[in-house]
């Protein structure tokens, strides 16, 4: 575990009802932190909201393709089977515009 995770204990107190210091330290407070850092970093959570966001389908000679990960992707598909990239679908009943 990195050393400037762990939290200094003027985070972890507090003034009580009674106006007397209290300290919230649980038992396990140093699992705790390293659970919380193994759910992801703040560059991971960038590039999934960035992958959220939708994208329209490239269109060649051969169908439908994700513009991210160059792959195939049928027309129905809201994600793109293999990076995940969230596509915007044409809504039915609508032409295409050729």
Do not use: H
Not at 6 to 13: D, F, G, H, N, Y
Not at 33 to 45: C, K, Q
Not at 47 to 71: R, W
Request: proline residues 5%; negative net charge; charged residues 35%.
């Amino acid at each position: 575990m990195r050393e400037n995770t762990i939290p200094p204990m003027r985070r972890l107190s507090r003034i009580n009802e009674n106006g007397k210091l209290a300290v919230d330290v649980s038992s396990n407070w140093m699992q705790e932190i390293f659970d919380y850092e193994e759910l992801g970093s703040i560059e991971l959570f960038a590039a999934l909201k960035k992958k959220d966001a939708p994208i329209k389908p490239g269109e060649d000679e051969e169908g439908l393709f994700c513009k991210v990960c160059d792959s195939e992707v049928g027309e129905d598909d809201v994600y793109c089977w293999w990076c995940g990239q969230a596509l915007k679908r044409q809504p039915k009943g609508e032409q295409k515009n050729e």
